[in-house]
């Protein structure tokens, strides 16, 4: 370091990303010069490296669309029009309109977000702990629009109960496959731009084989041994047919499928319920299933490998959690038929297995291929890699985001489970790598809920509840909306929607932010809250707990996120909860919970971080395969993996399988050929870091709409060509580009520009919306009826049920025509 020189460790902005990156930012009288990757203490010393985000993120104080003052708004909503007010005139002016609005409506009027993959820390920062301290104590309402990434959570919610133990959350376990398959996602250089694409590139480097499957010849593809291009939306039916191969060739685990799974349970062929004790035996167990055992020859109770044993309090951030009971004891003599079908007390039954076998039978290679345009060959070739890998991986990387997308992850999932990789280190399915080492439980049940579990308030409902009570005054009003660190505006599909009609009707909108966005422009007042380099955080990850500190002091009038609660507190009528607290104050209330990680002989406290700012976790050990030192322990009605879901049988969703998808609708297609496709810009995150010339300078200064050579001739397009992309729900206008990247039938265009780089509207114009008629599926809708209903019985607060699993994602599934225009 130089003289006056010292550095701090902060992290990226950059969150969305979940790559978790620290940072070493160094600062020379009092102005940041500089940030570098972090080596932290711990067993997981080098985990943190840093991409071209994590390079420029120190200028991010400094750009010019910084926020130092709070604002009022003076203009119409979006127009942008501000005037700098006082802190005092903020204060008690956004207090006297929330305190009439709750007078009117009571405190749920007031909705406040708590979507936070955008800040550092994402759940596990102090903010999002404050947000919902705010929402518990007050009684307001959660609100949690965005219905992003969901399909892969519902998918492991409906098989696995929420435990995610079939599933790899640490990025670093993926090191330890010996045959990748990345399935729609672009993790190499682009989306997961820093650790784990070293950790991919080093483990291909050693030998293994990386193979991607995908739309588009991205970065990964680039990278990949072999590229398996797919039609879009179509992905189940290529697992459905290598599921189909290995049992057709007899390579199951057989050992993996009946200690862990539903496999040798046995299902009743007239209703597509478990078969229990109760159905065959006076007075027998409605709760015991069964499986039909070799030693007897007849049905035997059955249960998990291990009994669930979870705790009440476990229940606080486990928002899609199912909570059932099982009350059955595995037999150490039992032995379990695989493959049976029978008549038992007249009532026909199959195993789950067996019953797979029927459900996969029509798809075979060829079927696969008319309807993905994967070769049968392909396909085949693919699968027999796959199965001779010990162990093979499968990285989904939140890569379908489509209406069939939950449907498709529970096809591709039969892999794993079928030939025993689930049970392997670095075999496990990734569905998004969210975590990079042991998980640490703060003292959040606390923080969030100082009253208890049992006395906490807050409210959800569906964005569809809110929008339909303006237009009816004898419901529940939603008036106040708190925009915490989110872009509703440029993110969310649909500005019509997210802007006519429930921006426009707010009685106030008050943004949290530290930058001018699409959102600010709408806010009736813009707080000014710090950046991530004038504060501080705790935060642990890989295996170390971390003191991210101030670099900086606060610019301007910025102020860190417990000042700016505790005004919403006081104005709620709940600032006893706030009052008297900052910052370090609630490090040592999350610091003082009991996970013996923070214990130890010497606990990890508040004070001992200031002095030697980064910690290892006591008794974290070097294992990337986190869950494998864990009991398997599933909250199923089973206790086992249930590739087979009782509970959408009657849907029509017993199994994963393929649907439909909205791209083929042949009656939008006449008029609307081709793909619209949102894509992740890789030097961007989210709706970030467009503020950075630098990033810009690499990644483009303007958006532009991208075609394969031959769906532009034929419609007469040339590269650099004014076009306009037109749908059934709106239009933008866009500068042609043309790669053979790109497949035909597609136009590519980027999600991360904020509607200041368009020439008139961005791409979300043409999204659809995620609510309404639209954003449902018979399939959906009943498991969100069944999972709500459950978790309710079981005790769960409303306000922690995720009412997002009722809708589809349809970022993908948006059709579209080009036109060449003329330029004025």
Not at 85 to 113: H, L, R
Not at 210 to 224: F, M, Q, R, S, W
Not at 623 to 648: I, M, N, P, Q
Request: glycine share 8%.
């Amino acid at each position: 370091m130089s003289e006056n020189e010292n550095f701090v460790y902060t992290a990226c902005q950059g969150w969305g990303c979940h790559e978790h990156c620290v940072l070493k930012t160094y600062v020379k009288d009092g102005v940041i010069e500089r940030t570098e990757r972090a080596i932290l203490k711990g067993p997981r010393a080098e985990r943190h490296r840093v991409c071209q985000k994590g390079m420029v993120v120190g200028k991010l104080p400094y750009i010019k669309e910084r926020i130092l003052h709070p604002l009022k708004r003076t203009g119409e909503r979006g127009e942008g029009k501000f005037e700098q007010i006082s802190w005092d005139q903020a204060i008690e002016e956004i207090t006297e309109k929330m305190q009439d609005s709750i007078e009117k409506y009571g405190p749920e009027t007031v909705m406040v977000n708590t979507f936070c993959c955008g800040i550092v820390g994402g759940v596990g920062a102090l903010e999002t702990a404050l947000t919902l301290r705010l929402i518990f104590t007050s009684g307001a309402t959660r609100f949690h629009f965005p219905i992003i990434d969901v399909a892969g959570q519902w998918e492991y919610n409906i098989e696995d109960g929420d435990g995610g133990f079939t599933i790899m959350s640490d990025t670093d376990a993926l090191a330890d496959a010996k045959y990748l398959i990345t399935w729609g996602g672009n993790p190499v250089g682009w989306t997961r731009a820093a650790h784990t694409t070293r950790t991919i590139i080093d483990a291909q480097e050693k030998g293994m084989k990386l193979v991607h499957i995908g739309l588009v010849y991205d970065c990964t593809a680039a990278k990949a041994d072999q590229f398996i291009p797919i039609n879009a939306a179509t992905d189940a039916a290529l697992a459905l047919a290598m599921a189909k191969i290995v049992i057709d060739e007899d390579r199951v685990d057989e050992d993996a499928l009946l200690k862990y799974t539903c496999a040798p349970l046995l299902i009743r062929d007239d209703n597509g319920q478990y078969l229990r004790e109760a159905d065959i035996k006076e007075g027998g167990d409605p709760k015991t299933l069964l499986c039909w055992d070799k030693t007897t020859n007849g049905p035997a109770p059955i249960g998990p490998a291990e009994s669930i044993d979870r705790d009440l309090e476990d229940r606080t951030f486990s928002s899609f959690a199912n909570y059932r009971t099982n009350t059955t004891v595995s037999a150490e003599d039992l032995d379990p038929e695989l493959d049976k079908i029978v008549e038992i007390n007249g009532i026909a039954c199959k195993t789950a297995f067996a019953k797979l076998k029927e459900h996969l039978e029509p798809w075979t290679p060829e079927k696969q291929e008319s309807i993905t345009g994967v070769p049968a060959q392909v396909a085949i070739d693919l699968v027999h890699e796959y199965m001779d890998a010990d162990p093979g991986c499968i990285y989904l990387n939140d890569g379908l985001r489509y209406s069939n997308g939950g449907q498709a992850y529970r096809a591709i999932n039969l892999l794993p489970i079928l030939t025993g990789n689930f049970a392997k280190r670095g075999g496990r399915i990734t569905i998004s790598p969210l975590g990079d080492g042991e998980t640490v439980y703060l003292n959040d049940t606390e923080m969030t809920m100082p009253d208890g579990y049992e006395n906490m308030k807050g409210n959800q409902v569906s964005f569809d509840e809110i929008l339909e009570s303006f237009d009816h005054p004898e419901r529940q009003q939603y008036r106040v909306y708190l925009n915490t660190y989110v872009n509703p505006v440029h993110a969310w599909p649909n500005p019509k929607v997210v802007c006519d009609q429930f921006l426009k009707r707010l009685d106030l909108m008050i943004d949290i932010d530290f930058r001018m966005t699409d959102s600010t422009a709408w806010a009736d007042y813009v707080l000014p809250v710090c950046t991530p380099f004038e504060r501080e955080e705790i935060l642990a990850t890989a295996n170390t707990m971390t003191l991210l500190e101030a670099a900086i002091e606060p610019m301007g009038e910025s102020k860190p996120p417990s000042f700016i609660y505790s005004i919403f507190a006081k104005a709620m009528g709940v600032g006893d909860y706030f009052e008297g607290m900052e910052d370090a104050d609630w490090h040592r209330l999350r610091l003082s919970g009991g996970d013996p990680k923070l214990g130890g002989p010497e606990p990890i406290t508040y004070e001992r971080l200031k002095e030697e700012k980064t910690i290892p976790l006591y008794g974290a050990v070097d294992d990337t395969d986190v869950y494998a030192r864990k009991a398997w322990k599933f909250d199923t009605v089973s206790g086992r993996y249930e590739f087979y879901c009782e509970d959408l049988a009657g849907a029509g969703g017993g199994f994963g399988t393929y649907e439909e998808p909205r791209l083929h609708d042949p009656e939008k297609l006449a008029d609307y050929p081709l793909q619209m496709y949102p894509g992740r810009h890789r030097v961007f995150m989210q709706t970030q870091f467009t503020e950075f010339p630098e990033l810009t300078a690499i990644g483009g200064d303007k958006p532009r709409v991208s075609l394969n050579p031959a769906t532009a001739k034929e419609r007469g397009i040339k590269e650099g060509d004014l076009i306009e992309v037109y749908n059934y729900q709106g239009k933008m206008t866009s500068v042609a580009t043309l790669s053979e990247a790109f497949p035909p039938g597609m136009a590519h265009v980027w999600y991360a520009y904020p509607k200041k780089f368009h020439r008139d509207n961005p791409p979300t114009v043409l999204s659809t919306t995620l609510t309404g008629p639209e954003a449902h599926t018979p399939m959906t809708d009943e498991w969100e009826r069944i999972n709500t209903a459950k978790s309710l019985a079981a005790g769960v607060p409303k306000a922690l049920i995720y009412n997002g699993l009722d809708r589809v994602e349809t970022y993908w599934e948006d059709l579209c025509e080009v036109r060449k225009i003329e330029e004025a």
